[in-house]
């Protein structure tokens, strides 16, 4: 079930898209898709113990960076890893994805919670954020 994130006006454009993974057991889901727009809020919705990644694009370089401000307690995240896109020049400054991978670990609902900001500015407000309701049955 794929969700959008809406853009930064002073950052890089960034995607986001939610992709149900197939847990250990788990009956397959449904094919993922990957899209662009500018919804900031989406929902998506797990069986126990599956999984799902949300993938942002990112470009650390800018000094900004996605992070996770709000866990809701159905979910447990499993990794947070940061790809360079290929790029054969090996260009400074280029970007890449964040790709954050959760496991629904009990049933219920919440609402994940994603900032874009720089780590050193802790207190300045995000240059973009994204809400995720979820629903674990």
């Known amino acids: 079930m794929?969700?959008?994130?809406?853009?930064?006006?002073?950052?890089?454009?960034?995607?986001?898209?939610?992709f149900p993974t197939e847990a250990a057991g788990?009956?397959?889901?449904?094919?993922?898709?990957?899209?662009t727009g500018t919804d900031?809020?989406?929902?998506i919705t797990l069986r126990l113990g599956q999984s799902t990644d949300v993938v942002l694009d990112e470009n650390?370089?800018?000094?900004?960076?996605?992070?996770?401000?709000?866990?809701?307690?159905?979910?447990?995240?499993?990794s947070s890893t940061y790809t360079p896109s290929p790029n054969p020049s090996h260009m400074v400054g280029r970007?890449?994805?964040?790709?954050f991978r959760f496991t629904a670990v009990r049933r219920g609902t919440g609402d994940l919670?994603?900032?874009?900001?720089?780590?050193?500015e802790?207190?300045?407000p995000p240059a973009?954020?994204?809400t995720v309701k979820v629903t674990v049955r």
Request: aromatic share 4%.
């Open 60 to 78: 650390p370089s800018t000094g900004y960076q996605w992070q996770i401000t709000a866990l809701p307690s159905p979910l447990r995240l499993k």
């Open 2 to 18: 794929p969700l959008l994130l809406r853009t930064a006006a002073a950052a890089a454009l960034c995607a986001l898209a939610v």
């Open 26 to 35: 788990a009956m397959p889901t449904a094919s993922t898709a990957h899209e």
């Open 128 to 130: 973009d954020t994204l």
């Open 113 to 120: 919670k994603f900032a874009n900001r720089r780590p050193s």
């Open 122 to 124: 802790p207190s300045a």
């Open 40 to 43: 900031s809020d989406r929902s």
């Open 95 to 99: 970007g890449g994805v964040h790709t």
